[in-house]
T-cell receptor, first 114, second 115 residues
């Protein structure tokens, strides 16, 4: 059972277009993280959202955490070829004491064509 | 400024061989973990450790062993390699503690092929 569903799985767009990637679950998370992974490298953290309804902006990237803390979205404005990569969402749930268990979605592979 | 270092970057094994994937971090992080990444499957947790001397199983632990004798190192051992273990393996580390979830730092991966 996939705890975190990401959509779309693949996305190919032209430079300058806008796009939104979704991360959905039936479970509540303590926080949700978004990572970007480039070929041959490990994932790199972009942002962590913690509060239901929270919106964070990172230049042209806007991240939103759902009110119920079950879903999140990543919106990119005026996409550029440098945005190309695999975008992963990861939900954190407390697993005892101060420890958290992190569950990853399968990722959205974004290609931005010049 | 090393972060999480994984070695080797590439490895080809024959079925039945054993090997150890190395992982070291220099950030004094308590929590370390191993993931495998396969096309269409995302990142799946193999084993993790919340501190030296403590390890536990993740989602897909069969065929793998780990140990944590120091804070810095968390090696992953393949006991008898099988073609199904062909994958890209990532080591990650983060702090534990209260106050919310800590960012996870990943190595650049080990690309492993089992023939």
């Amino acid at each position: 059972t996939q705890l975190l569903e990401q959509s779309p799985q693949f996305l190919s767009i032209q430079e300058g277009e806008n796009l939104t990637v979704y991360c959905n679950s039936s479970s509540v998370f303590s926080s949700l993280q978004w990572y970007r992974q480039e070929p041959g490298e490990g994932p790199v953290l972009l942002v962590t959202v913690v509060t239901g309804g929270e919106v964070k902006k990172l230049k042209r990237l806007t991240f939103q955490f759902g009110d119920a803390r079950k879903d999140s979205s990543l919106h990119i404005t005026a996409a550029q070829p440098g945005d190309t990569g695999l975008y992963l969402c990861a939900g954190a749930r407390r697993s005892g004491g101060s420890n958290y268990k992190l569950t990853f979605g399968k990722g959205t592979l974004l290609t931005v064509n010049p | 400024n090393a972060g999480v270092t994984q070695t080797p970057k590439f490895q080809v094994l024959k079925t039945g061989q054993s090997m150890t994937l190395q992982c070291a971090q220099d950030m004094n992080h308590e929590y370390m973990s191993w993931y495998r990444q396969d096309p269409g499957m995302g990142l799946r947790l193999i084993h993790y450790s919340v501190g030296a001397g403590i390890t536990d199983q993740g989602e897909v632990p069969n065929g793998y062993n780990v140990s944590r004798s120091t804070t810095e190192d968390f090696p992953l051992r393949l006991l008898s390699a099988a073609p199904s273990q062909t994958s890209v393996y990532f080591c990650a580390s983060r702090r534990t503690g209260t106050g919310g979830f800590q960012p996870q730092h990943f190595g650049d991966g080990t690309r492993l092929s089992i023939l």
